[in-house]
């Protein structure tokens, strides 16, 4: 696989993403491999965790980078938008992660208690690279006014999998 081009941007290229779960009596393994697993190279990973709460991380879109983020421990709700339309997941299954391509704006809120988000982005840091007004990321894509997305925003209705898919899935070993 390799990097999303322009025509896999925008929220129509947001989506959920399985991990190899394997499981045995001994507990579960999850792997997460470039190429297989992931639809880009992965160039830096880091994790969000030990949130306060109340407290929100994101608030910025990247020009350049490609991320999956996934809850490797307890839950968080993720806000993303392309400067149209907003959507809200729900993340709370390590062997699931979800696809944010480039030139998304993405906020993570409602950490849970002892939560941890994985991140894998297809790009090394460069603060120049993100975008972290609303207001210019709105002029970068030649929109005038879109409301910003909120902690109101409904959860995604549309979601390919539901939360006992996920997890049948899961146990099955789907990758």
Avoid at 114 to 123: I, K, N, Y
Avoid at 140 to 168: C, H, I, M, Y
């Amino acid at each position: 696989m390799t990097n999303s081009t322009k025509s896999d941007t925008g929220l129509a290229a947001v989506r959920w993403l399985a991990f190899m779960d394997n499981i045995d009596e001994r507990g579960r393994l999850t792997a997460v491999e470039s190429g297989i697993s992931l639809p880009f190279p992965i160039r830096r990973v880091f994790y969000v965790h030990q949130v306060l709460p109340g407290e929100d991380r994101g608030g910025h879109a990247h020009r350049d980078t490609d991320q999956v983020l996934t809850a490797v421990g307890g839950s968080l709700h993720v806000v993303v938008s392309d400067g149209r339309e907003h959507r809200r997941y729900r993340l709370d299954h390590p062997g699931w992660g979800i696809y944010l391509p480039r030139m998304i704006w993405v906020r993570m809120y409602d950490f849970s208690r002892g939560s941890a988000c994985l991140v894998f982005a297809s790009t090394h840091y460069d603060r120049s690279m993100s975008i972290r007004t609303w207001r210019e990321y709105l002029q970068e894509l030649g929109r005038s006014w879109f409301p910003e997305p909120g902690l109101e925003t409904p959860l995604v209705a549309d979601a390919p999998v539901d939360r006992q898919t996920k997890q049948n899935n899961a146990a099955g070993g789907t990758s």
